[in-house]
């Protein structure tokens, strides 16, 4: 089974500052894709950032960059500058090849303090 | 550009009720999904379809049936609701490229009394 975890159920960060929202995952297949995708109150989902597995480069978006771990099953997602608009709950997801269905983990709240 | 439309945005049913929740997308994509989400829980894929005539169930299929008669539309069908389908429904879209990047509905709060 193919599963995605996040272990910070709410984070917190200083506006300007730098924030970073943890996900760990497990997958058999060698071919995925990672998302992070961002969820304000107004409830639509809004995708930040993706990652290949067979890329070993960091996939970078502006002031969102990830740190793709791919041997420890780590995809963390790191904030820079840090502006109010962040606040949001955070959802990683999985791609595992099953015909594009995401499997996604439980969310981290993030709050961004003025 | 209107992208996936979820109609209603919100909605009560009384235990037993049925109804159909409507989801529409422009874009001509092939794939099309519907998630539950649940405080704690995340999204969880209920259904999806990858074209027209073509669906298949998700992680969590039971109480909701679907069909996809045309590529523009992927209605999520209630036969007889339950306190447990009360959550926020999201209907997504994506292209058959790989990967599939989704684009998701604006969302439909449920609550079943």
């Known amino acids: 089974a193919q599963t995605v975890t996040q272990s910070q159920p709410e984070m917190s960060v200083q506006e300007a500052e730098t924030v970073t929202l943890s996900c760990t995952y497990d997958t058999s297949e060698s071919d995925y894709y990672l998302f992070w995708y961002k969820q304000p109150p107004s409830r639509q989902m809004i995708l930040v950032i993706r990652q290949e597995a067979y890329k070993q480069q960091n996939a970078t978006e502006n002031r969102f960059s990830v740190n793709f771990q791919k041997a420890a099953k780590s995809f963390s997602l790191k904030i820079s500058d840090s502006q109010l608009g962040d606040a949001a709950m955070y959802f990683c997801?999985?791609?595992?090849?099953?015909?594009?269905?995401?499997?996604f983990g439980k969310g981290t709240k993030l709050s961004v303090k003025p | 550009n209107a992208g996936v439309t979820q109609t209603p945005k919100f909605q009560v049913l009384k235990t037993g009720q049925s109804m159909t929740l409507q989801c529409a997308q422009d874009m001509n994509h092939e794939y099309m999904s519907w998630y539950r989400q649940d405080p704690g829980m995340g999204l969880r894929l209920i259904h999806y379809?990858?074209?027209?005539?073509?669906?298949d169930q998700g992680e969590v299929p039971n109480g909701y049936n679907v069909s996809r008669s045309t590529t523009e539309d992927f209605p999520l069908r209630l036969l007889s609701a339950a306190p447990s389908q009360t959550s926020v429904y999201f209907c997504?879209?994506?292209?058959?490229?790989?990967?599939?990047?989704?684009?998701f509905g604006a969302g439909t709060r449920l609550s079943v009394l």
């Open positions: 379809s990858v074209g027209a005539g073509i669906t």
């Open positions: 997801a999985l791609d595992g090849g099953s015909q594009g269905n995401l499997i």
């Open positions: 997504a879209s994506g292209d058959t490229g790989v990967p599939t990047i989704q684009y």
